[in-house]
């Protein structure tokens, strides 16, 4: 069987399986880029135009950051438990086929909610954005780095374990990472710690895109992403390999 037809079954399994899922995951990631658009200005008494540009163009980030470190640990290590990867094992497919029809899935869940989120801010301030040609490949680029680590952290930890990590990880992503907020705010350890994890650089890619006139755009940010990115995949494939 051709990689391109397995992947097209695997595509069409894993929508049939979470068919009831699915619907109100697009729902709830939406409503999730929503509060913060419209809920995160709340928390402050005035807004200049550098904290509006930062929370219209955070709110991506996040809600992309969020649906791969949490509910893509939280739904892999549900169906390990349920024996679900188990059966996908026992299929002669290639392994990688069954990841990009996963992280299509997952991509199809995510992404309106990016969309509405921009639009709303948009117009919700009256934002003049200035849009990169690159804006698809980052968020893209994002949205497949958050997936691989996502299902790296569920291809190497219990379930309970990983929901647990998961839950900390929101706390870490919404309250210390220079997403809403320039790096500048942070404590110098924590933006040093920053450096070295993709949480910063994702939010630099999608903001020299989606804002390209304000905020400046480097080849850093897309390395640290495409490092993370290649860790992740390669984790989660090395442990669908072994695991008979």
């Known amino acids: 069987m051709s990689a391109l037809r397995s992947y097209g079954l695997l595509l069409r399994w894993q929508a049939s399986r979470m068919k009831a899922f699915l619907p109100l995951a697009i729902v709830v990631q939406a409503l999730f880029a929503l509060g913060i658009v ?8 005035a807004l200049d135009s550098g904290t509006i540009l930062y929370l219209a163009t955070g709110a991506p980030a996040i809600t992309l950051i969020t649906m791969g470190l949490v509910a893509v640990p939280q739904v892999v290590a549900q169906a390990r438990t349920e024996g679900t990867l188990d059966y996908m094992r026992a299929l002669p497919l290639p392994r990688l086929t069954y990841l990009a029809a996963d992280t299509t899935i997952w991509l199809l869940i995510v992404l309106p909610g990016v969309a509405l989120a921009l639009f709303i801010a948009v117009l919700r301030f009256q934002l003049d954005l200035v849009v990169s040609p690159l804006v698809v490949p980052a968020l893209l680029l994002v949205a497949l780095t958050a997936t691989g ?3 790296a952290i569920a291809s190497l930890l219990p379930q309970q374990l990983a929901n647990l990590l998961t839950q900390v990880l929101v706390v870490f992503v919404l309250m210390f990472s220079p997403l809403t907020f320039p790096v500048e705010r942070l404590p110098d350890w924590l933006a040093t710690v920053h450096q ?3 949480v910063m650089a994702m939010g630099e890619v999608i903001r020299g895109t989606v804002a390209s006139n304000v905020f400046p755009l480097s080849i850093e940010p897309f390395l640290v992403l495409g490092a993370w990115c290649l860790l992740g995949f390669g984790i989660t494939y090395w442990a669908l390999a072994r695991r008979r």
């Open 38 to 45: 419209l809920g995160y200005p709340l928390l402050f008494p």
């Open 149 to 151: 680590v996502g299902y």
């Open 196 to 198: 070295f994890l993709p």
